[in-house]
């Protein structure tokens, strides 16, 4: 099973369990960045998370943004990189940018 498998599944055993879940995916990279395009990060109402879209320096922005959008059911695209002030905070500091796009599993 690979990465995505692992945390596709495990979204889908919170979800029927009747757990809030949201799935970030990273959908666009520039310059150094940690994970490919396409990798994910499911997470829950609690704080439950499996995967990574950053190699765990935005990881606690992308799952607080996740749990609110499992309160909302709107998505978000997230933008870190060099020049946002938000990602020096959460320590993007490899000098690249990333692109996340957060939605809830319905």
Known sequence: MND???VLEQALAWHRAGQGVAIATVVATWGSS???VGSKLAADAQGRFVGSVSG???EGAVIETAQA????????????GVTDERAWEVGLACGGQ???FVEKLS
């Open 4 to 6: 995505t498998e692992a």
């Open 34 to 36: 940690p994970r490919p």
């Open 56 to 58: 765990g320096c935005v």
């Open 69 to 80: 959008i499992i309160r909302t059911g709107q998505p978000r695209l997230l933008d870190f």
């Open 98 to 100: 990333v692109q996340i």
